[in-house]
C-alpha cells in the first residue's frame, strides 16, 4: 500500500464536515500509520527532530513531528482538537490540569498515557499535557490540528513553578532545533575521541 499526501488532506478536510470530526480523523490516521514504510517513503525517515508543515489552513493543520531521544516539550494546550500517530518509536504523555481556585492558574498532573509505534489517541480541545521520548532513538508521528497550529492563540506552564503564561511558538519550534545541534555535537565528539587506526 502505497501513502499519497493528497488523498489524506483532502481525507481530513472532508471529515471535518463529519457528525465526529476527530474520530474521523483518528480513524484516517490510523490506517496511515499501519504501514510506516509508506509513510516513511513519504515524509522521510525520522533522522532530525522538527516540525514539518505538510498541509495548514485556518480550519487543519496536518504536521510531521519528530522527536530527538530523550526529548521533552513541557506542558501546554492546544485549545483544539488534536490527533496523534505514532508511526515509529514512542512518546508518553503527561496529562495535567488547572489547579482549582489557583489564582496563578497552575496545574497539577492528573493522568498519563504511553503511545508507541501504531497507536493513536485523540486529544479534546481543553487537553494540557507534555511530550517526552523516552528512547534512544528518533520518534515520529502524524499530527492533526482542528485549526491553525502555528497561529492559534494558546498557553505554556512554567516548568518550574507550573504557571500559566502565553505559548511561544518561536521558542518552541527552536528547541527542536536545539535537540539537533546537541546530537551534532555529541556526534562530532565521539568522532573526535574514536581510536586513530593505522593503514
Keep these: 500500500m502505497s501513502f499519497d499526501l493528497e488523498t489524506f488532506i483532502e481525507s481530513c478536510l472532508s471529515s471535518l ?8 480523523v483518528s480513524e ?5 500509520i499501519s504501514d510506516p514504510e509508506a509513510l516513511i517513503a513519504v515524509v522521510g525517515k525520522p533522522e532530525r527532530a522538527g516540525i514539518t508543515k505538510l498541509y495548514v489552513s485556518e480550519s487543519l493543520t496536518i504536521a510531521n513531528v519528530v522527536w ?9 494546550n492546544h485549545n483544539m482538537w488534536a490527533v496523534i500517530g505514532v508511526y515509529e518509536g514512542r512518546e508518553d504523555n503527561i ?5 482549582k481556585d489557583d489564582t496563578n492558574v497552575r496545574i497539577e498532573a492528573a493522568g498519563a498515557k504511553s503511545l508507541a509505534t501504531g497507536d493513536t489517541t485523540v486529544l479534546g480541545k481543553s487537553i494540557i ?12 508521528a502524524i499530527h492533526v490540528y482542528d485549526g491553525n497550529f502555528f497561529e492559534k492563540e494558546r498557553s505554556e ?3 518550574l513553578d507550573l504557571e500559566e503564561k502565553p505559548y511561544d511558538v518561536v ?4 528547541l527542536f532545533e536545539a535537540e539537533n545541534t546537541i546530537l551534532d555535537l555529541r556526534k562530532a565528539d565521539s568522532l573526535t575521541k574514536a581510536p586513530f587506526k593505522n593503514s
Design 171 to 174: 521558542k518552541n519550534l527552536g
Design 95 to 99: 496529562f495535567w490540569r488547572r489547579v
Design 157 to 159: 506552564w512554567d516548568p
Design 68 to 76: 530527538a531521544p530523550k526529548m521533552t516539550l513541557l506542558p501546554h
Design 17 to 24: 464536515k463529519s457528525e465526529n470530526p476527530a474520530r474521523s
Design 129 to 140: 499535557h507534555s511530550v517526552t521520548n523516552p528512547t534512544s532513538i528518533f520518534t515520529g
Design 28 to 32: 484516517l490516521v490510523t490506517e496511515v
